[in-house]
C-alpha cells in the first residue's frame, strides 16, 4: 500500500513539474511531497475476527472499538481459572479456621461410641475373668477380654486426639502449600484476563480508518495488520535542499508549503533533517538540483492543513 501511493505521489510530482516547465512558470524554490506517518494496527493473537463496526473512511477517537476475535477458548479458560481460584482460596481458609462445628459433633458422637464400647468391653472382662480363675471358662477367654478392652481404650483415645487435631488449623508447612496454591490460581486467572483481553482492539490513536485489510470472517495470525489508520496530526513534508541551504535550517524552525488548490501557504515546523547527504532522488523533477548532493528534510503539518499523502507541494521559507 506504501509503495503504490508512494508511486502515485511521485507520478502526480513529477505531471505537476513537467507541466509548470511547460507553461513557462517560474520553478518553485523546493519541490517535495507529502507523506503519511501511518499507524497500523495489528491483530495481538491468532483468531477469526466475529466483529467490526468501522469501516474505511470513518474517523474514529483514541480509545474507540474496532474489531474483536473470537473469545470462545478465551472465555471458557477464564471461567475454569475463577473456579479453581475459589478452590484454593476455600482451602486456604479451611486450613486457617480448623474443622467446622458439625465435623467436631460427627467426631463428638464416635467419641461416645468407642466409650460405649470400652464400657462393654471392662464389663467383659471383669465378668469373664473370675469364670477363668475358677476354672470354668478356658484361659483364651481371658486374653480376649483383655485384649478387647485394649483394643477399645485405644479407640476412645484415638477420637479424643481426632477432635483435638479437628479443632487446630493446618500445620504451618500445609498453610504455606494452601497460600501458594491460592497465589497461583490468581496468577492464572489473571493470565486468562489479559488473554481474554487481547481478542478486544481499539484504536490507539485518532484519526481516519485509511485501509481495511481483514474483514469479519477472516481468519489473522499474530502481528498481523488489520487496518491502517492515518491520525489526525500524521502528515508531513518531505523535501530535499542543498548543503547551501542547511544553516538557514534548524529543527523547530518553520517553511512554507503550498500546492495546487490551496490559497494560501501552510506553515509547518521542520522535525528532522537528515545528516548525510544523498543524491536527489528520481521522483523530484528540478533542473536545478538535478546530480546534486542534497539533504532530506521533514516538517510536520498542522491538523487542519487539507493535504493528502502523496500530494506534491512546494516548500519555501523566508
Known amino acids: 500500500m506504501r509503495l503504490r501511493r508512494s508511486i502515485s505521489g511521485a507520478i502526480a510530482l513529477l505531471a505537476m513539474a513537467t507541466l509548470s516547465a511547460c507553461n513557462g512558470h517560474e520553478e518553485p524554490h523546493y519541490l517535495g511531497y507529502v507523506e503519511a506517518e501511518w499507524t497500523y494496527v495489528s ?76 464400657a462393654k468391653a471392662v464389663s467383659d472382662r471383669d465378668r469373664m475373668l473370675p469364670l477363668v480363675e475358677q476354672g470354668l471358662a478356658p484361659e483364651t477367654r481371658a486374653d480376649e477380654v483383655i485384649s478387647a478392652v485394649e483394643a477399645a481404650e485405644a479407640s476412645v483415645e484415638a477420637a479424643r486426639q481426632q477432635i483435638i487435631v479437628a479443632s487446630l488449623p493446618g500445620r504451618p508447612a500445609t498453610r504455606s502449600a494452601a497460600d501458594a496454591a491460592a497465589l497461583s490460581a490468581e496468577a492464572a486467572r489473571i493470565t486468562a484476563e489479559y488473554r481474554l483481553s487481547e481478542r478486544t482492539v481499539s484504536a490507539p490513536a485518532g484519526g481516519r480508518i485509511e485501509e481495511v485489510f481483514f474483514r469479519p470472517g477472516e481468519y489473522v495470525v499474530p502481528g498481523a495488520t488489520v487496518l491502517a489508520i492515518l491520525p489526525q496530526s500524521g502528515l508531513k513534508a518531505r523535501f530535499f535542499v542543498p548543503e547551501a541551504e542547511l544553516p538557514g535550517l534548524e529543527v523547530g524552525g518553520t517553511v512554507l508549503v503550498t500546492s495546487d488548490g490551496h490559497a494560501a501557504p501552510v506553515e509547518a515546523r521542520i522535525s ?16 536545478s538540483m538535478r546530480e546534486k548532493l542534497v539533504f532530506l528534510i521533514e516538517a510536520d503539518l498542522p491538523e487542519d492543513a487539507g493535504f493528502h499523502p502523496g500530494l506534491p507541494v512546494e516548500v519555501d521559507w523566508q
Open 272 to 287: 528532522y533533517i537528515s545528516h548525510e547527504a544523498e543524491y536527489a532522488p528520481p521522483v523530484i523533477y528540478s533542473r
Open 43 to 118: 491483530a495481538p493473537a491468532a483468531g477469526r475476527i466475529v466483529e467490526q463496526p468501522v469501516r474505511e473512511g470513518d474517523t474514529v477517537e483514541a480509545g474507540t472499538f474496532l474489531f474483536r476475535l473470537d473469545d470462545t477458548a478465551e472465555e471458557a479458560a477464564l471461567a475454569q481459572a475463577n473456579a479453581q481460584l475459589d478452590r484454593a482460596t476455600a482451602e486456604a481458609e479451611n486450613l486457617e479456621t480448623g474443622a467446622r462445628a458439625p465435623e467436631i459433633r460427627q467426631f463428638q458422637a464416635q467419641l461416645r461410641e468407642a466409650e460405649v464400647r470400652l
